[in-house]
């Protein structure tokens, strides 16, 4: 009886070493260590349903565009300091923070081009003594929590706007344009929005003197304040500071 006692230990002690052996084999083959987590498709994670044999590739991420998670000003602050373009235009151009991002909407645009069709996160960007040297200008998918750098513009220490954050015409600044230009209260539950537009193709120069339009608007990084007016109308204001109505805008025709 002991001798059989003793051969059933040696077996159990032989088929323990083995799994044991298999295991270590098994995170060494996952190429996992401590802390770091387990590749998609390896040896200790569930497979999916791409990537593996006789199955489609996995789509690859667009480096070109940043998650924004909840979307809110502080979360596209967060995310703008990790897309590539601001990193290589911060070390091109010097400037060491931002101000807080504005959200432009695009308004009545129908084109099938994203610049167009989806609203804009626009940001003034500072030196490190201050002063506003760049705005930047990104297209924002809402759909998706994302976003992509669109343009950058350069501001000189002689350009008035170095001084200023953006928007550069005021939400309360447009607000008392509307009550002194129109005798007008902005509705009641709204508040005013920064947009842009596809602006008409006649209009191919803002200064152009037969096609004349100083009011803004023809981009995100040059936007109009849309208010509802407490007569139920919509009025628009930009860097002309005129409150202007709908019937002004030279936005493009055509749409559907």
């Known amino acids: 009886m002991l001798g059989i006692g003793l051969a059933v230990m040696v077996v159990l002690g032989i088929v323990l070493i083995t799994i044991i052996g298999h295991g270590n084999s098994t995170v060494d ?3 996992t260590t401590t802390g770091v987590a387990p590749a998609y498709g390896s040896l200790n994670h569930p497979k999916g349903t791409c990537g593996n044999a006789s199955q489609a590739p996995c789509p690859v991420s667009d480096p070109a565009w940043v998650s924004v998670g909840a979307g809110s000003p502080a979360a596209v602050a ?16 010097g400037f060491t923070s931002l101000d807080i991002p504005a959200l432009v909407h695009a308004y009545r645009a129908h084109t099938g081009v994203d610049y167009y069709d989806d609203d804009h996160w626009v940001v003034s960007v500072r030196n490190n003594t201050g002063m506003r040297c760049g705005l930047f200008d990104f297209v924002f998918d809402r759909a998706h929590s994302r976003m992509r750098f669109s343009s950058y513009g350069v501001l000189t220490a002689q350009d008035p706007h170095a ?35 596809p602006i008409d193709p006649s209009f191919p120069y803002l200064t152009s003197p037969v096609h004349k339009w100083a009011g803004g608007g023809n981009s995100a990084m040059n936007p109009m304040w849309h208010m ?3 007569d139920r109308h919509d009025y628009f204001l930009g860097a002309d500071l005129y409150v202007h109505g709908q019937q002004d805008l030279p936005i493009t025709t055509g749409q559907p």
Do not use: D, M, W
Not at 79 to 92: C, G, H, R
Not at 167 to 193: G, H, I
């Open 163 to 197: 001084l200023q954050a953006f928007p550069y015409v005021s939400s309360s600044a447009a607000l008392s344009r509307l009550q002194t230009q129109r005798k007008l209260k902005v509705l009641a539950s709204t508040r005013p929005e920064l947009i842009f537009f």
């Open 78 to 93: 967060s995310a703008i300091t990790t897309n590539q373009e601001f990193i290589a235009l911060a070390s091109q151009y």
């Open 228 to 230: 509802s007016g407490s």
């Open 29 to 31: 083959a996952s190429g």
